[in-house]
């Protein structure tokens, strides 16, 4: 993903028969989805489904795998456009999470049923989700260094982070008042607290809140 594009979300794509997984997950959760509801939903024969996928179980690992992919290319970009300065990278990456997580409501939300993975496909996706946090707490760590940042806990300051970023999957709508980019730059402010930080916004951000829709 290049530099210009990560606050872009076009119509998401998906296959349609994850396209049904995720509209039955969203729904009935995991645990209260079968296989069969799934194929009703797409239009097709269980048998059908199972030339794609080979369980239940694969539906969810492909749905979850594929979030956390783009979810981490956009941090990737994020980053890279910031800079070095720990206040513009850690402020870029709250942007993109909440972007993401507001843009992308139905698949952030399906984070909760990690629980449900299994033990191996469980291990995998949770590295990647460690490979997230750490690109936060990096950012943390580089400004308690550098004395920007005057948290005490960077590790737990970045998981309260991540926990305010991600919850916004809970409560978003997109026919509530808010815009995604309004709730994004709202929510730099509430987390550069969370790690301490006092001074002022860099430019750019300042910039960018000042373009933000303001309908709520």
Same mark, same amino acid.
């Given at each position: 993903?290049?530099? $210009? ?7 998401? +794509?998906?296959?349609?028969? =994850? ?6 997950? #969203? +729904? ?5 989805? *079968? %296989? ?10 269980? &048998?059908? !489904? ?7 179980? $694969?539906?969810? %690992? ?8 783009? @979810? ?7 980053? $890279? ?5 720990? /206040? ?9 999470? @909440?972007?993401? *997580? ?14 449900? !993975? ?11 989700? #460690?490979? !997230? +946090?750490? =690109? =936060? =707490?990096?950012? /943390?760590?580089?400004? *308690? ?14 998981? $309260? /982070?991540? *926990?305010?970023?991600?919850? /916004? ?5 997109? #026919?509530?008042?808010?815009? &995604? ?6 929510? %730099? ?10 001074? #002022? !916004? ?10 933000? &829709?303001?309908?709520?």
């Amino acid at each position: 993903m290049s530099t $210009a594009s990560w606050r872009d979300f076009a119509p998401l +794509e998906l296959h349609p028969v =994850l396209q049904g997984a995720l509209a039955a997950f #969203d +729904e009935h959760g995991y645990h209260g989805t *079968t %296989v069969r509801d799934i194929a009703r939903r797409v239009g097709v024969t269980v &048998p059908a !489904l199972y030339y794609h996928y080979e369980n239940k179980q $694969a539906f969810l %690992v492909a749905l979850l795998e594929a979030s956390m992919h783009d @979810v981490l290319d956009r941090c990737r970009a994020a980053l $890279a456009e910031a800079g070095d300065g720990p /206040v513009e990278r850690f402020s870029a990456m709250v942007e993109c999470l @909440v972007l993401y *997580t507001a843009n992308r409501r139905d698949l952030a939300f399906l984070d909760a049923e990690l629980r449900s !993975l299994e033990p191996q496909n469980r291990a995998r996706y949770v590295a990647l989700r #460690d490979y !997230l +946090e750490h =690109l =936060l =707490l990096d950012t /943390v760590r580089a400004g *308690t260094e550098d004395g920007i940042f005057r948290t005490a806990h960077p590790a737990d300051a970045t998981r $309260a /982070v991540l *926990t305010m970023c991600l919850g /916004v999957a809970t409560w978003y709508r997109p #026919d509530g008042p808010l815009q &995604p980019q309004t709730i994004a730059e709202r929510y %730099v402010g509430f987390c550069l607290g969370t790690v301490g930080f006092a001074g #002022d !916004l860099p430019v750019a951000v300042r910039r960018r809140r000042r373009a933000a &829709p303001s309908n709520g």
